[in-house]
Nanobody, 119 residues
Framework: QVQFVESGGGLVQPGGSLRLSCAAS????????AGWYRQAPGASRELVAG???????NYADSVKGRFTISRDNAKNTVYLQMDSLKPEDTAVYYC?????????????WGQGTQVTVSS
């Protein structure tokens, strides 16, 4: 059974940083692209950062230059370094696997981790 466990969220002031982690199990993680998604209250879930099997990355325009996605296949883990956080980054953040550059998640969702940016 595929499972994702996200961690590292919290309350941070505008301009601050957080590092999210997502541990995957029940899946051969290294053969998939992976992505971080977020869902703000009243909004749809959106892809904010993706990383291919080979490590190529892409970002939503809203986070480009501020967020960095990385992966450690040996640990079945994907990370999201978030810097210069803004109140509009407030959301529940989820990870998932996906196919190449497609934005669509391939598996069921974990619990996510709450990120709140507020002074």
């Amino acid at each position: 059974q595929v499972q994702f466990v996200e961690s590292g969220g919290g309350l941070v002031q505008p301009g601050g940083s957080l590092r999210l982690s997502c541990a995957a199990s029940g899946i051969i993680f290294s053969i998939y692209a992976a992505g971080w998604y977020r869902q703000a209250p009243g909004a749809s879930r959106e892809l904010v950062a993706g990383i291919t099997r080979s490590g190529s990355t892409n970002y939503a325009d809203s986070v480009k230059g501020r967020f960095t996605i990385s992966r450690d296949n040996a640990k079945n883990t994907v990370y999201l370094q978030m810097d210069s956080l803004k109140p509009e980054d407030t959301a529940v953040y989820y990870c998932n696997v996906k196919s190449g550059d497609s934005p669509f998640a391939l598996s069921s969702w974990g619990q996510g981790t709450q990120v709140t940016v507020s002074s």
